[in-house]
């Protein structure tokens, strides 16, 4: 199994990125799929997840912000990030879920300059 996200970067406040997780080796329709963030000297915590059926939550602080996609076709979730604030810098972590099966990928950094 594997996962990986990509589209990470520099950015300045108030541009976007979009954060790419696709997963091979698993069934991908059948797994929720989320996004979290760390940044540096903080836990990690929920940004936004997909379920299976298509279903989509977000944490408060970036809702009206943030959408997240999914793409079963492709194995692929989207995350596109808008109106970006120097607080949403951390590495960006996507997991896939399913029952007790839990994987996830190694990070990609988003780095919001002011």
């Known amino acids: 199994v594997q996962v990986v996200e990509s589209g990470g970067g520099l950015v300045q406040a108030g541009g976007s990125l979009r954060l790419s997780c696709v997963a091979s080796g698993i069934s991908f329709s059948n797994y929720a799929i989320a996004w979290y963030r760390q940044a540096p000297g903080k836990q990690r915590e929920w940004v936004a997840s997909?379920?299976?059926?298509?279903?989509?939550n977000c944490t408060d602080s970036v809702k009206g912000r943030f959408t997240i996609s999914r793409d079963n076709a492709k194995n692929t979730v989207n995350l596109q990030m808008n109106g970006l604030k120097p607080e949403d810098t951390a590495v960006y972590y996507c997991?896939?879920?399913?029952?007790?099966?839990?994987?996830w990928g190694q990070g990609t950094q988003v780095t919001v300059s002011s």
């Open positions: 997909v379920s299976s059926t298509g279903s989509t």
């Open positions: 997991n896939a879920k399913l029952l007790w099966s839990l994987y």
